[in-house]
């Protein structure tokens, strides 16, 4: 081979191995783990200080707002976490509302800093006699 061809083949297979490297660390750090509460309370360790995603049902009562913050319990399998939350709120957040949150936990404290919020409304559409989904109160 020549040298020419050496420096080509060279830069190139650099190329590849710096752009491998470079895709493989975006998807490593975007990469989020799903659990639900009890899942997470077994996984603390782990998890201290990652990024979780992870899904409850906010405990009665426990929704302490102001302003834009929230701060509320959520529970699922007989497992609670504490969940801080900074954003716009969404519109059917409430008590016993099934919600997805995504942040970074803590294990110290067993809270998770929350940066997305979601709510779950399986209620929010009843099916009609033909089977087809209807908006509740229609």
Known sequence: MKPKNLKIALVGTAFFLLFGW???QGIQ??????YTVDELMENAGKVNGRVVKTSGTV???SIQQ???????????????????????IPDAFTDEVPVVAE????R??????ARTLMTK????????????PQAAGS
């Open 108 to 113: 110290s404290g067993n809270v998770l800093e």
């Open 103 to 106: 942040g970074v936990y803590h």
């Open 22 to 24: 470079v895709v493989a």
């Open 59 to 61: 405990v009665s009562g």
């Open 121 to 132: 409304c399986p209620s929010r559409y009843e099916a009609e006699g033909d089977g087809a």
């Open 29 to 34: 750090r975007t990469w989020v783990y799903y």
């Open 66 to 88: 102001q302003g834009l913050s929230l701060d509320f319990l959520i529970e699922e399998n007989g497992e609670t976490l504490r969940v801080r939350y900074r954003g716009a």
